[in-house]
């Protein structure tokens, strides 16, 4: 795989190349943590890539749902984007304010709505910016143009199916979150939340397929990664985190190593953390 590759992730220098193009739009996912202290939106409004959107990732969901950020209905994310002026034949490039962090889960999320033609900034903004590339504070012109929507419902899992799969062991569980919240020694950032991880999960925290310039690892370097925390990659595997934003790192890492059988479960510890009926387990067990 190339290093640019615009289903999966390209440079700022192959951004900068195709700033330009017609039908390239670009999409700012910024999203942060309460505890973060930072507003992706007002970050936005102050500077962005040129031509970029603001995807709110906690509006684009199912307002329905008491989880946060859950996956949008097809009605939803359809209207939203064409609101946005992003269609079918469009190169669609995400980014977001940490590097990479919540690009990813948008990446997926277009992925689940059968539009592949997306790619994550590698480094996101804070790489853009700091290589003295151009930014803008204006909104951009925005022109309606209609999406057809496939979703590929093999690509998200519900809370029955990930239960099933830690009993059965028949996929590999893997947890994004840091290592002292996947062992159950760390607060979970919301509140209500059991500390511990899915039995049977093994735990890649996101941060390991990242480079200290928040690019993205190469694939030697990502199966490392996956291999050293004792998955199997010849398993089925099912990403997971706090809330549904992190495990579409693993997702995207698992992805640029050719890994085709993988899905994400959306509820995420926010679900099963708060289920007293689910079983948890604590450290690295």
């Known amino acids: ?18 700033l330009k193009d017609p039908d390239l739009r670009i999409l700012d996912a910024s999203y942060y943590l309460p505890a973060m202290k930072r507003d992706g939106r007002e970050e936005y409004n102050a500077s962005h890539i040129p031509g970029a959107r603001f995807f709110d990732i906690d509006d684009i969901s ?18 939203r984007l064409r609101a946005m002026g992003i269609g079918d034949g469009h190169q669609v490039v995400v980014y977001d304010g940490m590097g990479l962090f919540s690009a990813a ?4 999320l277009f992925r689940l709505m059968g539009q592949m033609d997306i790619a994550v900034l590698d480094g996101g903004f804070p790489k853009w910016v700091a290589e003295g590339r151009p930014i803008e504070d204006l909104p951009p012109m ?15 899992k519900d809370v029955t199916q990930v239960s099933a799969a830690s009993k059965l062991q028949d996929a590999e569980i893997i947890d994004a979150r840091s290592a002292d ?3 159950g020694e760390a607060p979970e950032p919301r509140a209500g939340l059991r500390a511990g991880h899915i039995p049977n999960s093994k735990n890649v925290p996101f941060t390991q397929l990242l ?6 690892k190469g694939p030697s370097a990502l199966r490392a990664a996956f291999e050293s925390a004792g998955v199997d990659l010849s398993k089925p595997a ?5 809330s549904g934003v992190t495990a579409a790192v693993l997702s995207l890492g698992l992805t640029r190593i050719g890994k085709t059988d993988h899905a994400l479960y959306d509820g995420s510890w926010s679900e099963w953390g708060i289920s007293p009926t689910l079983p948890i387990a604590t450290g690295d067990a």
């Open 238 to 242: 099912i990403t997971t985190c706090g």
């Open 1 to 18: 795989m190339s290093a640019d590759d615009p289903k999966t992730l390209v440079s700022t220098a192959w951004l900068a190349a195709h």
């Open 142 to 156: 925005i022109r309606d143009r209609h999406m057809t929507v496939r979703r590929q419902n093999h690509m998200v």
């Open 105 to 108: 889960r948008v990446w997926w």
């Open 211 to 216: 480079n200290e310039d928040k690019t993205m």
């Open 62 to 79: 199912d307002a329905r749902s008491d989880l946060p950020h859950m996956v949008p209905s097809i009605e939803k994310f359809m209207s």
């Open 181 to 183: 919240r996947f062992r």
